[in-house]
T-cell receptor
């Protein structure tokens, strides 16, 4: 079983749609959680950290369910510029390494 | 935000040559830098953790004699792919850790290596 699992997609949605991505992680001792976005042939960029209480940044909402070891990202009113691959990322234990999911590809259509 | 640079951005080389990739944190000091590799349509895979002034810690399956890492200062880490072969062709990305918040990692723009 992969440490971090994501639905690879692709998700093709019209502009203005709401889209949700899910992610599960296997290490119950994981401590920090993030969503990164990666554009084609570019480096990953931090989208947002995910906190236990859930957090929102504009059109983006992240949720964490520790009991189910589940992380989600909700994008409201999607824009063309949201088209990218969204990476679920987990940091576990005392190690400083990040473990990346394989990413979910999103295409927002005009 | 924190800025990390990588050089070169892309390199094409002949099989058997060695390639050095530099990773710099431009506006902060990073005690730890990470090197990742990403093959097409796959996610980032951690290769090694680079700590300033000490030997790098390599992930299982990554040959330390093939991928030489030097972290000579708090702002510079280098990865040298020795005797590169076509199967080493990949997108190599470094990241540097900013202590707060949550030890966020900031990524360099990546180096695309093509070995002919």
């Amino acid at each position: 079983r992969k440490e971090v699992e994501q639905d690879p997609g692709p998700f093709n949605v019209p502009e203005g749609a709401t889209v949700a991505f899910n992610c599960t992680y296997s290490n119950s001792a994981s401590q920090s959680f993030f969503w990164y976005r990666q554009d084609c042939r570019k480096e990953p960029k931090l989208l947002m950290s995910v906190y236990s209480s859930g957090n929102e940044d504009g059109r983006f909402t992240a949720q964490l369910n520790r009991a189910s070891q589940y992380i989600s990202l909700l994008i409201r009113d999607s824009k063309l510029s949201d088209s990218a691959t969204y990476l679920c990322v987990v940091k576990s234990g005392s190690a400083r390494q990040l473990t990346f999911g394989s990413g979910t590809q999103l295409t927002v259509l005009p | 935000g924190a800025v990390v640079s990588q050089h070169p951005s892309r390199v094409i080389c002949k099989s058997g040559t060695s390639v050095k990739i530099e990773c710099r944190s431009l506006d902060f000091q990073a005690t730890t830098m990470f090197w990742y590799r990403q093959f097409p349509k796959q996610s980032l895979m951690l290769m090694a953790t680079s700590n300033e002034g000490s030997k790098a810690t390599y992930e299982q399956g990554v040959e330390k004699d093939k991928f030489l890492i030097n972290h000579a200062s708090l702002t510079l880490s280098t990865l040298t792919v020795t005797s590169a072969h076509p199967e080493d062709s990949s997108f190599y990305i470094c990241s540097a850790t900013l202590a707060e918040p949550q030890e966020t990692q900031y990524f360099g723009p990546g180096t695309r290596l093509l070995v002919l």
